[in-house]
């Protein structure tokens, strides 16, 4: 779906949003359904404190000089027994559109914060991954498209939870980059 890799790069979250569940409503029905019309909003407080405690952390006690900041998803369509984001932090602002220095990370959170909300997909990527439903054809469309979604869904929780610090924290001022393992062509920079 290169269109949606563009609207993300256009940093068009929304439009994306809304073509993605158009596109995925028009399939036969599924488990992966679910996640049409479902955000993560509800994140916005527990993502607040979670860069709070990590930036205080990486600046205060390993004494970086954070430049910016990824915040990744696990690979959650094979390890659907939690999905959860993972904060890495760099002290130089390398070239965006190669994600190779997305490695060289200058320090990273010693926690995760778990996603909650979305178990019922957890639990149709597992049912998918452990009955082979990759194997048909409109399953394992209805599955890219819930993956398209499952990300967007946490890139709007982290636009909002930046709007929303703003003026408020350190972390809110510099750019954050948003995406999910194994998903680097649809990395989104918030700054």
């Given at each position: 779906m290169?269109?949606?890799?563009?609207?993300?790069?256009?940093?068009?979250?929304?439009t994306?949003?809304r073509e993605t569940e158009t596109?995925?409503?028009q399939?036969s029905?599924t488990d992966?359904h679910?996640?049409?019309?479902?955000?993560?909003?509800?994140?916005?407080?527990?993502?607040?404190?979670y860069?709070?405690?990590?930036?205080?952390?990486?600046?205060e006690?390993?004494?970086l000089?954070?430049?910016?900041?990824?915040?990744?998803?696990?690979?959650f369509?094979t390890?659907?027994?939690?999905?959860?984001?993972?904060?890495?932090?760099?002290?130089?602002?390398m070239?965006?559109?190669?994600p190779?220095?997305?490695?060289?990370f200058?320090?990273?959170?010693p926690?995760?914060?778990?996603?909650t909300g979305?178990?019922p997909?957890?639990?149709?990527?597992?049912?998918?991954?452990?009955?082979?439903g990759y194997?048909?054809?409109?399953?394992r469309?209805a599955?890219?498209?819930?993956?398209?979604?499952?990300i967007?869904r946490?890139q709007?929780?982290?636009?909002?939870?930046?709007?929303d610090n703003?003026g408020k924290?350190?972390?809110a001022?510099?750019?954050?980059?948003?995406?999910a393992?194994d998903?680097?062509d649809?990395?989104f920079?918030?700054?």
């Amino acid at each position: 779906m290169l269109q949606i890799q563009d609207l993300i790069q256009a940093g068009q979250i929304e439009t994306a949003i809304r073509e993605t569940e158009t596109t995925l409503g028009q399939l036969s029905p599924t488990d992966f359904h679910y996640v049409i019309g479902k955000d993560l909003l509800h994140l916005k407080k527990p993502l607040t404190a979670y860069f709070n405690y990590v930036y205080t952390i990486l600046t205060e006690d390993e004494e970086l000089d954070i430049k910016a900041l990824y915040l990744e998803m696990n690979s959650f369509t094979t390890q659907y027994d939690q999905w959860f984001l993972h904060l890495l932090a760099y002290e130089s602002l390398m070239n965006r559109d190669t994600p190779d220095w997305l490695a060289d990370f200058s320090g990273e959170a010693p926690k995760t914060l778990t996603i909650t909300g979305f178990e019922p997909l957890q639990e149709a990527n597992k049912k998918y991954m452990e009955t082979e439903g990759y194997r048909n054809d409109q399953l394992r469309q209805a599955c890219e498209f819930q993956e398209y979604l499952v990300i967007l869904r946490v890139q709007e929780l982290v636009i909002e939870t930046i709007k929303d610090n703003k003026g408020k924290a350190p972390w809110a001022e510099i750019p954050v980059f948003v995406g999910a393992h194994d998903y680097e062509d649809l990395i989104f920079m918030i700054h």
